[in-house]
């Protein structure tokens, strides 16, 4: 059991805490989390803080993707006298203002030292630049068309599109059914989707659409998904449309870090930062857990010849992650890179896919940090078992899959996806995907923490992994 020290579960995951707590050996402190009639938020923390060592636990990743789920929820938990919980649903940005509350709210409440534990840390996927035809970031002025028809003559051959199953949700493609319907019937629903021609393409739902031009383009562009925004035909050719503009896109990852330190954080423990050099936005310390371990573990004792198979990064940016697991495990390593150019001179920039590797008549093991539309692994899924691979496992360490991910994961090629508990996977998620296993890193958190209160080195535990 670990003394003087306090653990709060925000709203988000509560059973990820109540794991992490029982194996400190102590009980979740008592607070009070609901919401106002008008939405803002009510914190209030019932046991003492004077003096000790606080960590707030709260994960994001569990906003209103329609799973369903009673997560996310306002559910008025351990609700005050008098405060009804308004059953509004949670978005990222509640939990993360929750969060801030909270640490504020232990600051002032006199604790020692206030510790952020974010098992998915918020905002740490900076947007896209927009790519401009050729491939480029769009960062000055579009390229005329005379100089356009010059540069493509230099495209490489375009082998894999990008196409994915449900389709990615965009202004003329509608979210499919996804896990918003409650108690949908995957079988049924699976049904619908191959009826409709394979593609996956729904009819767009009937809509009170603008009529003009004006209007419609702007309806678009605020329908627009931002994940990839390159993947947006009608957002970039908008984008494209206005010479003289140079592009902006806003950054919020400092500003992120900031909040979180003028709340009054002492401390971030996270795991799996999407860019381990978002610690350097902070000026307070921040330990990055790893998945790594776990994910090793489960390759060693669940891939039958494990050694034979190979590890793929789906994209560039997670290479670095997946060939440290290759480098461990001594296993071969693919990597699948996507270029962004136009099929031809007068449409939108297109991504493509390329496979560096060989992965022929081999099981691939896809590594990545998380998947969220799952558009990423799906893709990469697609295109590993067109070049040859037996099978197809992809794991990650932050199971997100929001909107129409797991219909996606369902309808693609992949034969298992393996993620952890950071963001919380619910029974009914389970048994809406049973491709969907999950790893529990609650331990790995508990002992970081143990280690953080006792002032000994969180980074020794990954130093023999
Ligand atoms: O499930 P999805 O919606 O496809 O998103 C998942 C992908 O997004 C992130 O990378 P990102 O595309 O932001 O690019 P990067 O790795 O180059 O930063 C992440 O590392 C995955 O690869």
Sequence with gaps: MVRNIVILAGSSHPAFVD??????????????????????????IRDSVRGKDVYIVQSFGTGNDGDGSTNGVDQGLESGEGQQPTGQKHTVNDYFIELCIMISACKTGSAKRVTAVLPLFPYSRQPDLPFSKVGAPLVGMPTPPAQQQQQQGKGATVQYTFESVPATPGPNIPRTVGLSTAGVDMVEMMGSLRSKGGSGRVSPAPTSAPTSAPQQQQQQQLNSYTTHD????????????????????????????????????????????????????????????????????????????????????????????????????GLAFALIHKERRPPKISQAPKATMMLVGNVSSRVCILIDDLADTANTITRAAKLLKREGAVRVVALLTHGVLSGDAIARINASALDAVVVTDTVPQDPRRRKMCPKLEVLDVSATFAEAIRRVHHGESVSMLFQYD
């Design 19 to 44: 794991k992490v707590a029982s194996v400190l050996g102590v009980a979740p402190s008592s607070r009070v989390l609901t919401k106002f009639a008008s939405g803002e938020t009510r914190c209030e």
């Design 230 to 329: 390159y993947e947006n035909p009608a957002l970039m050719m908008a984008l494209q449309a206005k010479p003289g503009h140079k592009q902006f896109m806003a950054q919020s990852g400092s500003l992120v870090a900031d909040l979180l330190t003028c709340a009054g954080a002492d401390r971030i423990l996270t795991c799996d930062l999407h860019e381990s050099a978002y610690q350097g936005f902070f000026d307070i310390p921040v330990d990055n857990l790893y998945a790594r371990p776990l994910l090793k573990r489960y390759i060693q004792q669940n891939i039958p010849n494990y050694r034979d198979a190979v590890i793929v990064s789906p994209d560039a940016g997670g290479a670095k992650r997946a060939t440290a697991i290759a480098d461990s495990l």
